[in-house]
């Protein structure tokens, strides 16, 4: 599987990622054959954020970092800054110093390992300082608990904002992007007419990545709508799974396939981040590197899944 360089940083990694979100439903020795299955099929950089299973999905990876698997052979990324208050319903966010430090040490106990490859911070907070942010990056970095910083499902205004008074560079925004939750591309295609599509969401998320060579990470490429569901197999998507049958039949992949193979033909070279926990499925989907899909192919995707090409 190709590997790019992350936000042009000395970081290697593989197109696809395997997103740990969910790992914590594997019993070990399932886990354990899970991740090696994804290193054998060429996946070397791996995801996880502190509030994954409450930090189950860290600790189980972590057992098997000490046991199976070699630390320097593989990347690790982790996410901080959602936080659980004292109730369920109570979720907040906290980019402060003392919260983002904090949350490092916390990761690295549970991952057992001495340093993160990669740190985001998982969602924007509405009170965050950048000037903290850049302190607790520097000290992250200066003590060798973080080699790079990135952020997630930051608009493209908010992104140079952090980046404006850090100086490392911010090599990764994770966002969601996926057939039916192509909000990113939508207001580009629909640019210059009068539709609902045309308005831009994310203040031209795409392009600011592409310019300042920031490495974009699409999370849950077979959701639609926020969390909403699945397409695959879905009857509201029947014309959408029909047409990835289709060209799946013709470059002999599954569907799931197809559908991170369209992620990936996008120029932008972006990382398509899966949760899947199940074995074969991770295998089928990781053909999805090896097939490239024609401009015909792409646009029919796109439409079939609802969406409008003026
Ligand atoms: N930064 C963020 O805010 C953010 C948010 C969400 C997720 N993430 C990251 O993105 C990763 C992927 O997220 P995700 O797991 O939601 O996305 P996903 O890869 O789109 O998978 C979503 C669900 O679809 C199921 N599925 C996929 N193909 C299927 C099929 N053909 N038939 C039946 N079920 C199928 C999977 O079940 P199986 O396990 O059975 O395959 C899984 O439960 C996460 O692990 C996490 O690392 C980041």
């Given at each position: 599987?190709?590997?790019?360089?992350?936000?042009?940083?000395?970081?290697?990694?593989?197109?696809?990622?395997?997103?740990c979100?969910?790992i914590s439903?594997l019993e070990t020795g399932?886990l354990a054959?899970h991740i090696g299955?994804?290193i054998?099929?060429?996946?070397?950089?791996f995801?996880h954020?502190?509030?994954?299973?409450?930090g189950e999905c860290e600790r189980k990876f972590g057992r098997l970092l000490a046991t199976e698997v070699n630390r320097e052979d593989i990347?690790i990324?982790s996410?901080?800054?959602?936080?659980?208050?004292?109730?369920?319903?109570?979720?907040?966010?906290?980019?402060?110093?003392?919260?983002?430090?904090?949350?490092?040490?916390n990761i690295l106990k549970r991952l057992e390992t001495e340093y993160l490859?990669?740190?985001?911070?998982?969602?924007?907070?509405?009170?965050?300082?950048?000037?903290?942010?850049?302190?607790?990056?520097?000290?992250?970095?200066?003590?060798?608990?973080?080699?790079?910083?990135?952020?997630?499902?930051?608009?493209?205004?908010?992104?140079?904002?952090?980046?404006?008074?850090?100086?490392?560079?911010?090599?990764?925004?994770?966002?969601?992007?996926?057939?039916?939750?192509?909000?990113?591309?939508?207001?580009?295609?629909?640019?210059?007419?009068?539709?609902?599509?045309?308005?831009?969401?994310?203040?031209?998320?795409?392009?600011?990545?592409?310019?300042?060579?920031?490495?974009?990470?699409?999370?849950?490429?077979?959701?639609?709508?926020?969390?909403?569901?699945?397409?695959?197999?879905?009857?509201?998507?029947?014309?959408?799974?029909?047409?990835?049958?289709?060209?799946?039949?013709?470059?002999?992949?599954?569907?799931?396939?197809?559908?991170?193979?369209?992620?990936?033909?996008?120029?932008?070279?972006?990382?398509?981040?899966?949760?899947?926990?199940?074995?074969?499925?991770?295998?089928?989907?990781?053909?999805?590197?090896?097939?490239?899909?024609?401009?015909?192919?792409?646009?029919?995707?796109?439409?079939?899944?609802?969406?409008?090409?003026?």
């Amino acid at each position: 599987m190709d590997r790019i360089k992350l936000g042009g940083s000395e970081l290697e990694a593989s197109r696809i990622v395997l997103g740990c979100m969910r790992i914590s439903e594997l019993e070990t020795g399932a886990l354990a054959r899970h991740i090696g299955t994804a290193i054998d099929c060429g996946i070397n950089l791996f995801d996880h954020a502190d509030i994954y299973g409450s930090g189950e999905c860290e600790r189980k990876f972590g057992r098997l970092l000490a046991t199976e698997v070699n630390r320097e052979d593989i990347l690790i990324q982790s996410k901080c800054g959602i936080r659980q208050g004292a109730t369920k319903d109570i979720q907040y966010y906290d980019l402060s110093k003392t919260h983002i430090i904090g949350s490092v040490d916390n990761i690295l106990k549970r991952l057992e390992t001495e340093y993160l490859d990669l740190l985001m911070l998982h969602r924007p907070d509405a009170l965050m300082d950048p000037e903290e942010i850049s302190e607790a990056f520097d000290q992250l970095h200066a003590t060798g608990k973080v080699r790079h910083f990135g952020l997630s499902n930051f608009n493209a205004t908010q992104f140079d904002f952090i980046q404006k008074y850090t100086d490392h560079k911010l090599i990764t925004n994770q966002v969601q992007f996926g057939p039916a939750a192509s909000h990113m591309i939508n207001s580009g295609i629909q640019a210059n007419t009068p539709f609902d599509g045309a308005a831009d969401k994310d203040g031209g998320l795409l392009e600011q990545s592409r310019m300042n060579n920031v490495t974009l990470q699409a999370w849950s490429p077979f959701h639609y709508g926020y969390f909403e569901g699945i397409i695959m197999d879905d009857p509201k998507f029947d014309v959408l799974n029909a047409v990835l049958e289709n060209i799946g039949r013709s470059h002999d992949v599954t569907k799931n396939a197809v559908v991170v193979a369209w992620i990936l033909r996008h120029p932008a070279n972006m990382q398509t981040i899966i949760g899947t926990t199940d074995t074969k499925r991770l295998q089928n989907i990781a053909q999805a590197a090896e097939i490239e899909l024609t401009r015909e192919e792409w646009y029919h995707i796109y439409k079939a899944a609802g969406n409008m090409v003026p």
